[in-house]
């Protein structure tokens, strides 16, 4: 009986540590390194009767241990990633891991995952830059700490992309990157104080206190200028028109408005035509969202203000007038000429990136969303069967978007007691399903925004490193 216990016992030595157990203990977990341990084994030797293995201990420790809980439970000591490793080298499967460790391995394998999203971010542009111009922006070369202590470190970079990039490549940096030279940088704030500017332009468009007598084209005799209107027939006016029809076809806009706002048009088009000459890569450029947009908005309003100085030939044809309302509404674009800020401004990129990698989660918001609607214009339309309210379910979608969104314009609402309880429920089931994915669209942003931000920090504290090793060499 006890050769039979002598020859059941084991021992194991993981990294120079002698661990002793039984067979009958290995067989716990069946398929494992450890349950197929025989004296053909690779790590056996025969002379001290000992398996080696090259592990650590400490983990082994917790390996072991799981066949004697029949469940591994991952240390918060360890990496989780590192456990599951060693999990892997001796073929333990995943799920022999206990539920109330979960969480510490799904988490890091989370946070994992979004860090390489970071990194890939990073990465990509940093291939793209290099690719096409043999630099990568924004990395100095490592000087002494004196050179970067005054400026000359940024001197060598510029003599490295002067050296390495042609002259359409310089030009393209400078309008593309930021991180390029002092001058891009200047030249990109400079941008984007134009955008706002624009901006500021559109929204004051068609306030009386800016527009002036026309001036732009020659009145002929049915032709209207508001300024130049009596009392009585500006009153007659405002019965047949609003005050936004009557500033936009019966004034022009202030001179140094008019000027200001052709003046933006050119800048953009110009920095338009400027960019796709020099650019590396049409095709890439025109794939870009940001740069389609550019060329919507500069198409746009170069449209609204030739509509502008001939606007008689809106009054003549109604086609021509929407299809200027239509340009000039595109033309608030504009505004999106501002994400421009997302290569100096990081996190607004990341913000960028969170939307990409919700995509899941957004079609989930869109189409439970439109279900219910449907759902409940449907019900609200039988509901309402005996009054006037609804005439139509695409009315009642409406009123199902509206109540969902607890917008609740009143232009549209329920008269019967059945029709009451149904937007009660609609406006609760509203506030449920738009909470329930926002949140998890939020969490996708708050992770990307942790895992970029500890990116950045490592990149400076590489950086830095690298910087403190060239000078004391």
């Not at 007038?321 to 504009?334: I, K, N, P, T």
């Amino acid at each position: 009986m006890a050769n039979q216990r002598l020859s059941d016992t084991v021992t194991l030595s993981v990294g120079s540590v002698l661990f002793k157990t039984t067979r009958s203990l290995l067989k716990t977990f069946d398929g494992t390194l450890l349950s197929n341990l025989d004296e053909l084994s690779t790590e056996f030797d025969a002379r001290e009767n000992v398996y080696y293995f090259d592990r650590d201990p400490e983990l082994f420790r917790h390996i072991l241990n799981s066949y004697r809980l029949k469940e591994v439970h991952i240390p918060r000591t360890v990496c989780p990633l590192v456990f599951k490793k060693e999990m892997e080298f001796w073929s333990i499967p995943i799920q022999m891991i206990a539920p109330c460790c979960w969480q510490y391995l799904y988490e890091s394998e989370n946070n994992l995952a979004d860090l390489n999203i970071v990194m890939n971010e990073d990465n990509d542009y940093k291939k793209k830059w290099s690719k096409h111009n043999h630099v990568i922006p924004g990395e100095k070369d490592v000087a002494t700490s004196a050179e970067m202590q005054d400026g000359t470190g940024q001197e060598i970079h510029k003599k490295g992309i002067e050296e390495n990039g042609s002259r359409r490549s310089k030009i393209w940096l400078f309008l593309e990157e930021p991180a390029s030279s002092t001058a891009a940088k200047v030249w990109y704030y400079f941008y984007i104080f134009v955008v706002l500017v624009s901006v500021v332009l559109y929204l004051i468009w068609l306030v009386p206190s800016v527009r002036v007598s026309r001036y732009l084209s020659t009145l002929d005799q049915d032709s209207i200028d508001v300024f130049s209107l009596n009392s009585t027939a500006y009153e007659d006016l405002q019965k047949t028109y609003n005050e936004k029809i009557m500033m936009a076809g019966g004034t022009d806009p202030h001179p140094v408005l008019l000027a200001v706002d052709v003046f933006c048009i050119v800048f953009f088009a110009f920095e338009l035509l400027l960019t796709v000459s020099v650019c590396p890569n049409k095709k890439a450029y025109f794939c870009d969202i940001y740069n389609l947009i550019k060329v919507i908005v500069c198409l746009c309003m170069t449209i609204t203000v030739v509509m502008e100085i001939n606007k008689d030939i809106l009054k003549e044809n109604n086609r021509v007038a929407h299809f200027m309302m239509a340009c000039r509404g595109l033309a608030s674009l504009r505004l999106l000429l501002i994400f421009r800020l997302r290569k100096i401004f990081n996190s607004l990129h990341i913000m960028l990136v969170a939307l990409k990698h919700s995509l899941k989660e957004l079609m989930l918001l869109l189409f439970t969303f439109l279900v219910l609607v449907v759902i409940y214009a449907c019900l609200i339309f039988s509901a309402e069967i005996e009054s006037d309210m609804f005439p139509n379910t695409q009315l009642t979608m409406w009123w199902a978007v509206i109540t969902m969104t607890t917008v609740g314009y009143g232009d549209f609402y329920p008269v019967s007691t059945f029709g009451y309880i149904l937007g009660v429920v609609c406006a609760i089931n509203g506030i449920i399903v738009l909470a329930l994915p926002i949140a998890a669209i939020a969490g996708v942003f708050s992770n990307l925004f942790s895992r970029n931000s500890e990116f950045q920090r490592h990149k400076k504290a590489v950086r830095d490193d690298k910087g403190v090793l060239t000078a004391k060499t």
